[in-house]
């Protein structure tokens, strides 16, 4: 892979990750003008760069959190965040390989209808019923925590982007849609930790042979990320999730034309 399509890339993993619109997607576009380029473990590898961009970004949250549970012995935010984290962690520790080689999981079909589902639930979701309010993820109750983790865990299908089932989650567990951000952002940090974790210790190799590649890509996942993680708070303090959703119809749109195409 040529710099220049990491750098693309990385852009576009940084961005995607955090902006509910599916980094899969996207990924699946570019990989098609870029004649398939994107390797698998590259793409699992430039996601050290966007889990930095969320510890730095919500570095004065992740230091209260240890606070809270050291100094305070607050457990329940840590609590709810592995709560959330469960189903996703599980799921893709014991089925990785069965996901990774499952065609469904790879089908670009698989991406336009998530891409579509999740796009009409987000410019509808002001409008369906949800749970009482709360304040904010430690106000969460144990089970309303684990169902935002049942959207994670479906979140590894493709197309259906994590902080867009998360979020959604959020907003129908009572969370205001800043506040179903900050916590999908939060509970999707021990993931991303597990997913780095394992990926170093079994395919660290990859790294030396290509170590110029992922380190550029990163760096610019990372610089996009942090962009990303900014807007996306800015916006929803005063927006809903509406123009996502049509976002992620259009794209479907296209992705669909692509594949007539080919």
Excluded at 35 to 51: C, H
Excluded at 57 to 83: C, E, G, M, S, T
Excluded at 149 to 160: K, N
Excluded at 221 to 231: C, I, M, N, Q
């Amino acid at each position: 892979m040529v710099l220049l399509e990491a750098i693309l890339l990385g852009i576009i993993q940084g961005l995607t990750e955090f902006i509910p619109i599916s980094s899969s997607g996207h990924l699946l576009i570019a990989q098609y003008f870029l004649n398939g380029g994107g390797e698998r473990l590259f793409l699992e590898f430039v996601n050290i760069g966007t889990m930095l961009a969320l510890f730095i970004f919500f570095r004065k949250k992740i230091w209260q959190i240890l606070l809270d549970v050291f100094k305070n012995k607050n457990y329940r935010l840590a609590r709810n965040i592995l709560l959330t984290s469960l189903p996703a962690g599980l799921v893709g520790f014991f089925a990785a390989d069965f996901i990774g080689t499952t065609a469904f999981f790879a089908s670009a079909v698989t991406v336009v209808f998530t891409l579509s589902i999740v796009g009409v639930l987000m410019i509808l979701v002001e409008k369906l019923p949800k749970a009482s309010p709360v304040a904010d993820g430690e106000k969460l109750s144990g089970v309303r925590a684990f169902v935002i983790g049942l959207a994670q865990m479906i979140a590894l299908i493709p197309g259906v982007s994590r902080s867009g089932a998360t979020i959604l989650a959020g907003r129908f567990s009572g969370l205001s849609p800043a506040a179903a951000a900050e916590y999908s952002f939060l509970a999707s940090l021990p993931i991303m930790m597990g997913v780095t974790v394992k990926i170093l210790f079994t395919d660290f190799d990859y790294v030396t042979a290509n170590l110029m590649v992922v380190l550029v890509s990163n760096i610019f996942a990372f610089a996009a990320g942090l962009l990303a993680v900014g807007f996306l708070m800015r916006y929803l303090a005063k927006h809903s999730l509406a123009v996502f959703g049509w976002y992620r119809l259009v794209l479907a749109a296209v992705l669909a034309t692509i594949l007539l195409l080919q």
